[in-house]
């Protein structure tokens, strides 16, 4: 047993698998153009400052950076209906679009647009189930999302300064 334990850590160093590490953001406050109630707002905060490094601010003046959310939509999309005309199949899908600008207006950002989708099946007999079902995808939805974010505004390039002369 242990041999294989040992073989299996061995396959998995050499094929470069390691587990993720905070992610380092190239500034050190950022401020997030949403209200102070939403749920999406308060996920991005917690991610943010879940390394340490990078504080949230509530004033976009203190801020490094700014995060402006333009959009951020939901929808219920038909995929297939029933012999008997009824829905079979739901899309779900989630638009996050926003970009990341310093106090000038340059960009560590530009704009950005990320779209997010899940399929769930539908069944008049069982419409509690699936309204469960349907909100534990969306607060997935929104996990992928935050991380998806969180990994792009790691890889935000801090905008050049251009000097006149």
Not at 24 to 52: C, M, Q, W
Not at 148 to 155: C, I, K, V
Request: hydrophobic share 45%; proline share 4%.
């Amino acid at each position: 047993m242990r041999r294989w334990i040992v073989i299996a850590s061995v396959f998995l160093a050499a094929c470069g698998f390691q587990l993720r590490g905070a992610i380092s953001l190239p500034f050190s406050t950022l401020y997030i153009t949403l209200p102070e109630t939403s749920d999406i707002r308060a996920a991005i905060k917690r991610g943010v400052e879940a390394n340490g490094e990078t504080r949230v601010v509530d004033n976009p003046k203190e801020a490094e950076a700014i995060l402006t959310v333009l959009g951020d939509v939901p929808e219920k999309k038909i995929l297939s209906y029933s012999a008997a005309g009824r829905v079979r199949e739901y899309q779900l899908v989630r638009t996050f679009t926003f970009r990341v600008h310093d106090t000038a207006g340059r960009d560590f950002l530009p704009l950005n647009t990320m779209k997010i989708t899940r399929d769930i099946s539908f069944n008049d007999s069982q419409v509690l189930a699936k309204e469960s079902e349907e909100a534990l995808l969306q607060r997935d939805m929104q996990t992928d999302l935050i991380r998806q974010l969180l990994r792009r505004l790691a890889a935000a390039k801090a905008p050049t300064v251009v000097k006149d002369e």
